[in-house]
């Protein structure tokens, strides 16, 4: 079988964040990204990011998925339109790159999932965290057996930073925090500790003024026989705000990683210590506060061309993503119950 070499990328969405994909996309034309077109239904965010690029812009999906040759479309619009579009991409039988949250519910997740699978069509969710420089690095020291069996964790996204400013629409989100960014943690936790045995998770509404839970405490047992400790809230007033870096501390047999704010590990190894810079260097697109964020877009993207390219599933697969989303919802049920619950997938 003929591999290909370059893909054709249509991105749909071109709000907020999507503004990072564009420009992923655009510093990886030597990698073998074609972006073609892009597509928003408001004309003008469509317009501005069309000419920004160089690409075509259109305001309808059905009509850039049906007048261009796409191989895939990176779809970052808001989580309740997802399961839509994704479907009008695999039943073309086009690729798709999904924001984070894939859906609202499990059982949305299944069913795209479920939809690529039947068109035999690539599907791909866009969980960032995990390709950001200090997570792979840290990941790379912990499969060389440098700090031996990982019996311990603590991963924390704690901040005060005024998330609904960028992103209003988080105020009036039901299910908030865990939803929002917990997920990505819990994504770290499987790609550091592997999958879970059972989860507890206590919520806080520390901010009444907003509809979801802002703070989410949970406990993980993994299958491995390591327990962690996933944090995420937007109302840790703490100075300085390390937004939007995740923290964790990972002990082992023989040691421990620790990332310290901007992104510094402190790693111990058999009785000897070293402290590593992990962040990686500023981009002409990305900005100070922004950059672990945007750098993690950068090689998400990058890693889901040279799967698509080599006709493989990526590591976040529309599959190996109703992992990270099975633990999401058990831990809501968690919270509401008061009980452990064993996710879905286990
Ligand atoms: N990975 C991260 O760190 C991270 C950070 C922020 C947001 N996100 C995710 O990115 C996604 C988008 O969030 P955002 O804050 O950029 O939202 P946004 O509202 O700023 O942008 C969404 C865009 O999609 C467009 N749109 C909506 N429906 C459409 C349709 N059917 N066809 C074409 N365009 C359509 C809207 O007009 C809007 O411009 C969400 O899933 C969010 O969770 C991820």
Known sequence: MDLKKRAKVGMVGCGFYAQNHLHA???????????????????????????????????????????????????????????????????RGIGAIVQKPLAPTLADCVAIVETARRHGSWLAVHENFRFGT??????????????????????????????????????KEPR?????????VLDLARFFMGEVERISCETQKRNPAIAGEDTSTMMLRHKSGAVS??????????????????????????????LLPGQRAIITSRDKSYEEELRSPILPWTDVRWHVSQEAVLHANAHFLDRFLEGRAADTSGEDNLRTFALVEAAYQAAETHCSVRPEFS
Not at 177 to 184: A, K, T, V
Request: charged share 25%.
């Open 134 to 171: 200090a997570m792979q690095r840290i990941k790379a020291v912990l499969d060389r057996g440098d700090i031996g069996a990982i019996n311990w964790a603590r991963l924390s996204f704690r901040t005060a930073f005024n998330v609904y400013e960028s992103q209003p629409y988080l105020a």
């Open 25 to 91: 996309w655009a510093d990886l034309r030597a990698a073998g990204s074609d972006l073609v077109a892009v597509c928003d239904i408001d004309s003008g965010r469509a317009e501005a990011a069309a000419q920004q690029f160089g690409v075509k812009a259109y305001v309808s999906v059905d009509a850039m998925l049906d007048a261009e040759p796409l191989d895939f479309v990176d779809i970052a619009t808001r989580v309740a339109s997802h399961q839509d579009i994704a479907a009008k991409a695999a039943e």
């Open 229 to 258: 400790l996933v944090e995420a809230t937007y109302e840790a007033k703490r100075l300085p705000d390390v937004f939007p870096e995740t923290l964790l501390e990972i002990e082992g047999s023989a040691g421990s990683v620790i």
């Open 176 to 184: 908030l925090c865990i939803l929002d960014s917990g997920i990505h």
